[in-house]
Nanobody, 114 residues
Framework: QVQLVESGGGLVQPGGSLRLSCVASETLFSGYSMGWYRQYPGKQRDFVARSSRDGTAAYAGDVKRRFTISRDDARNTLYLEMNDLMPEDTAVYYC????????WGQGTQVTVSS
C-alpha cells in the first residue's frame, strides 16, 4: 500500500522560508525518482521538483534557485526547502513518485501572504 504523508506547510510572509517533508512507503521511495508537485485551486497538479534515486535534482523554472529538493533514503523522506517565497507559491504541495502514481497524500498547504 502506497503511503505519502506531507507536512511542514504554513503561513509565511513574502521572502520567508519553509521546509516541507514527505514520508513515503519504502517500496515507493526506493524504487522511483520522487518529486514535489503543487496544486492551485481549481487547477491540476504541476511539477515542482524531482530527486532521482542517484540524488540528481531538477526544478520547474519558476522555483529554480529558490527551492532545493533533497532525500533521506534511510528515512524514506523527501524534503523541499523553499526560500524567498512569493505569493504565487501559495498552493497545496504534494509529493509522489515520478511519474506520479494514482494514490496521493493529503498534501500540505503553503500560504505566502503579508
Amino acid at each position: 500500500q502506497v503511503q505519502l504523508v506531507e507536512s511542514g506547510g504554513g503561513l509565511v510572509q513574502p521572502g520567508g522560508s519553509l521546509r516541507l517533508s514527505c514520508v513515503a512507503s519504502e517500496t515507493l521511495f526506493s524504487g522511483y525518482s520522487m518529486g514535489w508537485y503543487r496544486q492551485y485551486p481549481g487547477k491540476q497538479r504541476d511539477f515542482v521538483a524531482r530527486s532521482s534515486r542517484d540524488g540528481t535534482a531538477a526544478y520547474a523554472g519558476d522555483v529554480k534557485r529558490r527551492f532545493t529538493i533533497s532525500r533521506d533514503d534511510a528515512r524514506n523522506t523527501l524534503y523541499l526547502e523553499m526560500n524567498d517565497l512569493m505569493p504565487e507559491d501559495t498552493a497545496v504541495y504534494y509529493c509522489n513518485s515520478i511519474p506520479a502514481g494514482d494514490s496521493w497524500g493529503q498534501g500540505t498547504q503553503v500560504t505566502v501572504s503579508s
